[in-house]
């Protein structure tokens, strides 16, 4: 699996988070807390990046990403009861727009910690 251990470390800061915190905050909430979780973990990530939106090579807008790790991960959150497939066509839109080849979908509303690993197949090296 590619970027293996990175994911699996986001995906370790997310279930701190969740422990500490528990489920019915609002998705800033979360952010904020995964947020200096993975700042005390030493990561390296950009929060609400703004990145550019294509359509045939023209740019048509912009979109902020949750968080960009590490420059190659797209991890977007959420905090509902349950990950609908509309959650995951956003974060496959997403990868597809930016160009990155994987993502995550985190969502921090249920129970506890649902995760999804997204893979961008129209991905361009």
Known sequence: MKYKEITEKIIGCAFTVHNALGNGFQEVIYQR????????????????????IFYRGIEIG?????FLVEGVICVEIKAVIKLEDVHLAQGINYLEAFNLEIGLLINFGSRSVEYKRLHNNKFKP
């Not at 912009?62 to 949750?66: E, H, I, L, Q």
């Open 62 to 66: 912009t979109r902020r990403v949750d």
């Open 33 to 52: 807390a995964l947020e200096i979780e993975m700042r005390h973990q030493g990561m390296s990530f950009l929060r609400e990046q703004e990145m550019p």
